[in-house]
């Protein structure tokens, strides 16, 4: 089995005792070797907002094509698209599955209403890899109806990306709620899509500000903006304690969840909703 990206889901896989190889960037923070594709105009906005692409090695593509029984993608792209052809020659069965939308991707560069855009990146996905694949793992509902009104030719399961089971007890909480204060916990990519600036804005208009501990946990390309705007609302007085910003590994993230009162998601676009 191969799984492409998301290496951070195999454990499971790995205890059911499956073999498995997969292929990704090594180091996609250093993006000055090698093994990583450089977009001279898009580079920038694609370091924000944490990804990498990989250059293709075929010979490292062909011999793993060739090792594994089932292929799996965890994203569509043109990586995703020159080894599905090669699985297709090798005749093995290929699965997918479908995390995001193309509004996620045109967001950044505000096209996320260009009809035109969002129609074709879908288009180009669903006949250069969805439709290629046996089945294809939608996480909620609403993707599978998406697909299915693109008539993608796969089998259409939904199966909820969950949350990995670590054993976080010893974890000690990076954020401390203090008595009487209501810990409100949002988690997302910085970004124009998830939508964080709208949770932030509202706090000019609850009763209950000042009593409000805000943690904002991930990283992206819109984290300057969205602090600028928490450090005016705490300066102002609107908030009385200052918002709180960080990347959480997920043990930290699950003992933040345990001592939040509410947990609110803003985006404008979500796959998983």
């Not at 180009?124 to 998406?146: D, G, H, M, Y």
């Not at 054993?167 to 910085?190: D, I």
Request: with cysteine.
């Amino acid at each position: 089995m191969i799984f492409y990206w998301r290496h951070d889901f195999l454990l499971p896989l790995y205890v059911f005792g499956c073999a498995i190889a997969y292929i990704f960037i090594d180091r996609p923070k250093k993006r000055d070797f090698g093994d990583c594709l450089v977009f001279p105009i898009a580079d920038k906005i694609i370091k924000k907002q944490g990804y990498a692409f990989a250059k293709r090695k075929d010979s490292v593509i062909r011999a793993a094509v060739r090792w594994a029984d089932v292929i799996h993608f965890e994203e569509p792209f043109s990586l995703e698209m020159y080894i599905g052809k090669i699985v297709k020659q090798e005749k093995k069965p290929l699965t997918a599955a479908y995390h995001l939308h193309p509004e996620n991707i045109f967001a950044t560069i505000h096209l996320r209403k260009n009809l035109f855009f969002n129609s074709i990146t879908l288009l180009a996905w669903r006949n250069l890899v969805f439709n290629q694949c046996v089945i294809v793992q939608c996480p909620t509902e609403s993707a599978k109806r998406r697909l299915e009104k693109w008539h993608c030719k796969a089998e259409l399961r939904v199966i909820s990306n969950g949350m990995l089971p670590v054993n976080a007890e010893r974890a000690e909480p990076p954020v401390q709620k203090e008595e009487g204060v209501f810990l409100l916990v949002s988690t997302g990519r910085y970004s124009e899509e998830k939508d964080q600036i709208t949770l932030l804005k509202d706090m000019n208009y609850s009763r209950y500000a000042q009593k409000i501990q805000l943690v904002l946990a991930g990283k992206g390309p819109t984290e300057k903006k969205l602090r600028r705007i928490a450090d005016r609302l705490f300066r102002d007085g609107v908030l009385q304690h200052r918002p709180i910003f960080g990347f959480y590994t997920l043990p930290e993230m699950q003992a933040i969840y345990r001592q939040r009162d509410l947990y609110i998601h803003c985006a404008i676009i979500e796959v998983s909703l």
